[in-house]
């Protein structure tokens, strides 16, 4: 069975448990905590260079990093991973927006917010208005699409949604109020209402 290297409370690896659970695809979870440093250690840089989890590692040894090319090998051949070459470019189109201008401003203010200890917090205060600038504008844009669409790609639910829902759906935990977002937020409950999905505290 394949092992998932994980932190809980990261929205990367949730996409992964997300969309694993909805595949029926069963992973042996190993975890490893926000601040313990044993993702920088030896025996996990062997495993992937960049120190970073989700990982994803195979019976045969082979390992898989990043959380869009995880969801992109899960989703293969599944209802979660387009037919049409088009639509497929949509949903990669999405989930490049969500790590280059999504992810780095509002994944960023939940963790340091929410979860960095308080006296780190202070070294990173002057940028919090930017981090909700640029979050904000995010939204505004998903905003803009779920406005005439219920999907980011292909008409129907997709690994695009996935990665975007891992860190919108905590976004309050960043500072930011989703009310102002009500396509957003509508989006949201029928992510939520998809055949076995599952919360960010569930393990499986």
Known sequence: MPVLHQMQDSGNCYKIRLAAHQLGVELTLKDYGL??????????????????????EF???????????????????????????WQRA??????????????????????????APKEQLEKKR??????????NAALAVMQTHLARRDW?????????????YGYTHSAAEGGFDLTAYPAVGAWLERVAGEPRHIPLATRW
Not at 92 to 109: D, G, K, N, R
């Open 59 to 85: 019976e045969d040894g082979r390992t898989l990093a990043e959380s869009g090319a995880i969801l992109c090998y899960l989703a293969e051949g599944s209802r979660l991973w387009p037919a049409d070459r």
């Open 90 to 115: 949509e949903v990669l189109q999405w989930m490049f927006f969500e790590q280059y201008s999504h992810e780095p401003y509002i994944a960023v203010a939940r963790f340091w917010l929410a979860y």
């Open 35 to 56: 601040f313990d440093g044993a993702t920088r250690k030896p025996d996990f840089l062997a495993k992937n260079p960049n120190g970073r989890v989700p990982l994803l």
């Open 126 to 135: 002057h940028l919090v208005p930017e981090w909700h600038a640029k979050g």
């Open 152 to 164: 980011f790609a292909g008409g129907s639910y997709t690994i695009a949604d996935i990665a975007l």
